[in-house]
């Protein structure tokens, strides 16, 4: 029975991921094609419809895939916990936690799906036929974390070793009670799904009794949730648990939830998001770091310093295309370490805490995901509070330009000054040497040109950028380079997917909690409370970065933008404060957060990657988050930093 349940779970992963694996293929060459045959007016009929179809099917398929993986984003404190014991039962709360919610999202999307999906089509397809993807996604996921519970649940004994075969009954009966428990919560959908608006008699009180104890507990139950965050329960799970129990006690539909969710993800400019994490892993898994280390060494090496500026321009490539500081720390980390430790003798205490703390300045520059969900969030929640929309995601890109520019020229000038200190030779100048790394890397140095060029010019939209890039990057490093071999492209697809549907699950979940504190007055109470308490403006933004810089330490930076700055932005607009410039305080707040001791994610990565003590990884960066919060002081109170560039273009 254990074999045949092992090779069905085989084979309907198998079916996960070449569906995932097609559709992703399809999203990157919809909008590829489409530029291409633009300029000769050749259409293809519907394709942005069925571009964000594809976009809702990858993303909920890509969410099953990094449960299965177990490779969720979570805060996970409790993974440096000494006891086994307590982990394991830790371990196994939390996948009965998230067992249980992702329950109720299975039956509140069936509702949608009947309710706001039924005779709506793309094409000749009808729209339901795409949106079956949530309730299958979340039925999966709810399963999935419920076997994932059951793993730990019969680990028991002080030693971690699982009992005798006879215990297996009991192990499985609390997963299986807690997924009918969710399916009771979602008495509310089950009962519309069925009956419509007018349930039966008998059914009503069951019903009030769930709306009010979500009214009347809704305190207790969201502080429980946040607290099962930090036990490791998986952001997505806690985002989406919080908005359930907040809609709820507002006594909102029980399809509210998956609306925002839906809405989500087939946002067309968040198709950006996940080709653009497929360009940042093809391009870290090529050896087009290993080249591009080589070309600006060969450029710049013969100045004091001059690796320095190689270091901080490579990382920020890196970082710009991957959305996140720690892959770059991961895939360079290495490298760079050995030709500035062991090659050019720099300090061991000044290497790795430049390469710790470089990666970061990548968000600033294009094609950055946290910007465009900053971009995308501030229009959002605009709209929620009846504000006209007039800004672009270019804005944000033009905003986040001259902050990213006074950072990089920071950290290269304590590079120079360092080097200059401890005597770094330089190598000499070689025109011949030079030529042939350029010649090699010259693919991977034309990409930002030709994404920047052909964005900011308007001859692309943002999703066309980052399918261009994908499609560009796959040409280049699979049969041009041939660095990674055609049957290898599936592995990389494999490495990428768990990211892309950990951060996509963030993204719909977190639209849902929005919505729901949006909904609930939260943020203007809090905006008129904070207006009434403090008047002072710059006190405000001393403050918010402050509270920023903690929030940067304990989230991650897509779950800090969904769920943090929806309370920000009106503070920002009674204080008065550009949306443009609040997004960019925003991303350099939680830029340096992440080397903020003592949580800092970017701290546990270096510790990982350099084989270093924690505590020695935090001595290390202290000199440049000191310069970082230098340059965020200075990027919060000169707003012109922020707005000059975008005023020129508007």
Known sequence: MNKTAGKLFGITENIEKGIC???????????????????????????????????????????????????????????????????????????????????????????FIVYSLSGRPTGIIPDWIFGLAMPIAYGVIAVRFAIYSASFGHQVGADGEAPEAGSAR??????????????????????????????????????????????YARTPLILLLILAA??????????????????????????????????????????????????????????????????????????????IIATVVICAFFASFTGASGVTILALGGILYTILKEKLGYPEKFSVGLLTSVGCIGLLFPPSLPIILVGSTTNMILFFMGETVSYRIIDFFLGAIIPGLILVAVMVAFGVATSIKVKIPVEKFSLKEAGKAV???????????????????????????????????????????????????????????????????????????????????????????????????????????????????????????????????????????????????????????FLTPPVGMNLFLASYRFKRPFTEICKFVLPFLVVQLAVVLLVTYVPALSTALTGLFR
């Open 21 to 111: 694996f097609a559709v992703f293929t399809l999203l990157a060459m919809l909008p590829f094609l489409d530029a291409i045959l633009r300029p000769l007016n050749v259409f293809i009929p519907y394709s942005r419809n069925f571009l964000i179809r594809f976009f809702l099917v990858s993303g909920l398929f890509a969410a099953m895939l990094t449960t299965k993986a177990k490779d969720h984003i979570s805060i996970a404190v409790i993974q440096y916990a000494k006891n086994e014991k307590l982990k394991n039962t830790l371990l196994h709360i939390t996948g009965l936690l998230s067992a249980f919610i992702a329950a109720i999202l299975f039956w509140d999307s069936i509702t």
């Open 170 to 215: 009991k192990r499985w009966t609390l997963p299986v009670l807690v997924l009918l428990l969710g399916t009771a919560a979602a008495l509310p959908a089950i009962v519309k799904l069925f009956w419509g608006f007018q349930p039966p008699e008998a059914l009503i009180a069951p019903m009030d009794l769930l709306y009010d104890a979500a009214f």
């Open 230 to 307: 930090f036990m490791g329960t998986p952001i997505f799970v806690v985002i989406v648990g919080i908005a359930l129990v907040m809609l709820q006690a507002a006594g909102g539909e029980p399809d509210a939830a998956p609306i925002q969710i839906y809405s989500a993800l087939t946002e067309a400019d968040m198709i950006a998001i996940p080709l653009f994490t497929l360009t940042g892993f093809f391009l870290s898994e090529s050896k087009a770091g290993e080249r591009l280390v080589a070309a600006f060494r060969s450029l710049f090496s013969w100045m004091p310093g001059g690796m």
């Open 439 to 593: 010649k090699g890397s010259f693919f991977e140095i034309l990409l930002p040109f030709i994404l920047i060029g052909g964005y900011f010019s308007g001859i692309l939209s943002l999703v066309e950028v980052s399918a261009v890039s994908a499609v560009y990057v796959f040409i280049i490093e699979v049969f041009i380079n041939k660095d990674i071999k055609i049957q290898d492209v599936t592995k990389v697809f494999a490495k990428a997917v768990p990211i892309i549907g950990g951060v996509l699950s963030i993204i719909a979940m977190a639209k849902a909690l929005s919505y729901a504190i949006v909904d609930s007055g939260v943020p203007e109470n809090f905006a008129s409370w904070m207006s009434a308490t403090v008047e002072s403006k710059y006190v405000f933004l001393l403050l918010l970065n402050l509270a920023l810089l903690v929030v940067g330490c304990l989230m991650d930076i897509f779950s800090a933008i969904l769920v943090v700055l929806p309370l920000i932005i009106p503070l920002g607009q009674i204080y008065g404060i550009d949306p443009v410039h609040l997004g960019i305080i925003f991303i350099v707040n939680l830029e340096v957060g």
